[in-house]
């Protein structure tokens, strides 16, 4: 089984600054993050591709009670990507007491957050973040 654009590969280029995701050659959609086939029609014939990385908040949540090692409140949006799929990470710039409704709507870009692995992880993770662009 070949992954054209595995899980290491895209967070490295996140931490280089760059979102990567996969192209479908059958129905033109694009799939992000890396997955075997198209989230649109199933295929497997994809395509690595370099994605704006820009896009729009569509909904969020505020976080107050969050995992092991990691401080609240802290604000998580699914942002629509101008190259369609929408996608999930942390809102940084913003105060999470003071986010209104306003929020959604908002253009951002993205970029990245490094993560220390902990008791639970098998290493570091690198967690995608949205910086609103007023």
Not at 9 to 15: I, R, S
Not at 95 to 112: A, E, F, Q, S, W
Request: charge should be negative; hydrophobic fraction near 40%.
């Amino acid at each position: 089984m070949e992954y054209k654009l595995t899980a290491k590969m895209f967070a490295e280029a996140l931490k280089g600054e760059r979102l990567l995701g996969l192209k479908c050659n059958v129905c033109g959609a694009c799939t992000v993050p890396p997955k075997k086939v198209c989230m649109e029609c199933g295929s497997e014939d994809l395509e690595v591709t370099q994605l704006s990385g820009a896009g729009t908040v569509r909904t969020f949540t505020v976080i107050r009670v969050p995992p092991e090692g990691i401080e609240a409140p802290y604000v998580v949006a699914m942002a629509e990507l101008d190259e369609g799929p929408w996608v999930m990470g942390n809102v940084v710039g913003v105060d999470p007491d003071k986010t209104t409704m306003d929020l959604i709507g908002t253009r951002v870009t993205i970029g990245h957050q490094v993560h220390p692995g902990d008791q639970f992880s098998a290493g570091e993770m690198v967690a995608m973040t949205f910086s609103p662009k007023y």
